[in-house]
């Protein structure tokens, strides 16, 4: 069945060091990739989403690219921010689908 | 940006109790859904809906109820609420482009 795997739980870092967040997943159709971001107390909101003319989605300084080949779509930025620090959901919905499909999670926390 | 909002925002019941967590959204959208995050789990569909009056199951309804009565009004049931439901609530409805739009989540403590 469709799933969506996150491999790190907890990634920690230093400010300034490049980010990279694993995401793989597993999809009988054509999927449509997600990254969201939550801040501590705060509600998921969407990062970037994946484009069916496979560009390359880019906001705040992420980017991620989708590899259809490696079924992946890793979330990566140049350089941690503090402000970086926050729980990573990847998610995916096959073409068409009402729903989305998470994964579990990555809690990121760069320090200084 | 789409407006998702819930309520309460912290709820404390006993087990056995009944409780009803409440959401809407204004921005006209037929997909709304209910999740639960835990730790450890992420986040895990409890129900959703596609429009007033319908109601589909997710991956982990057990012991939920759900009514959908408006295009904007969702709500989550607990009728016989028990320590395993103690969790971060959270509602979402489902704009363009398949892009869920959350509400801010309701803390509930079963006791």
């Known amino acids: 069945g469709d799933s969506v795997t996150q491999t790190e739980g907890l990634v920690t870092l230093t400010e300034g060091l490049p980010v990279m967040l694993n995401c793989t997943y597993q999809?009988?159709?054509?999927?449509?990739l997600f990254w969201y971001v939550q801040h501590l107390n705060e509600a998921p909101k969407l990062l970037l989403k994946?484009?069916?003319?496979?560009k390359r989605p880019e906001h705040q300084g992420f980017h991620a690219t989708l590899h259809k080949s490696s079924s992946s779509f890793h979330l990566q930025k140049s350089s941690a921010q503090l402000s970086d620090s926050a729980l990573y959901y990847c998610?995916?919905?096959?073409?068409?689908?009402?729903?989305?499909?998470f994964g579990s999670g990555t809690q990121l926390t760069v320090m200084p | 940006e789409a407006a998702v909002t819930q309520s309460p925002r912290n709820k404390v019941t006993v087990t056995g109790g009944n409780v009803t967590l409440s959401c809407r959204q204004t921005?006209?959208?037929?997909?709304m859904y209910w999740y639960r995050q835990d730790t450890g789990h992420g986040l895990r569909l409890i129900h959703y809906?596609?429009?007033?009056?319908?109601?589909q199951i997710g991956d982990v309804p057990d012991g939920y109820k759900a009514t959908r009565t408006t295009q904007e009004d969702f709500f989550l049931l607990l009728e016989l609420a028990s320590p395993s439901q103690t969790s971060l609530y959270f509602c979402?409805?489902?704009?363009?482009?398949?892009?869920?739009?959350f509400g801010p989540g309701t803390r509930l403590l079963v006791l």
């Open positions: 979402a409805s489902r704009g363009g482009q398949d892009t869920q739009y």
């Open positions: 999809s009988t159709y054509s999927p449509f």
């Open positions: 994946s484009f069916t003319d496979n």
């Open positions: 998610a995916f919905a096959s073409s068409g689908s009402w729903q989305l499909i």
């Open positions: 921005n006209s959208h037929n997909y």
């Open positions: 809906s596609y429009g007033a009056g319908n109601l």
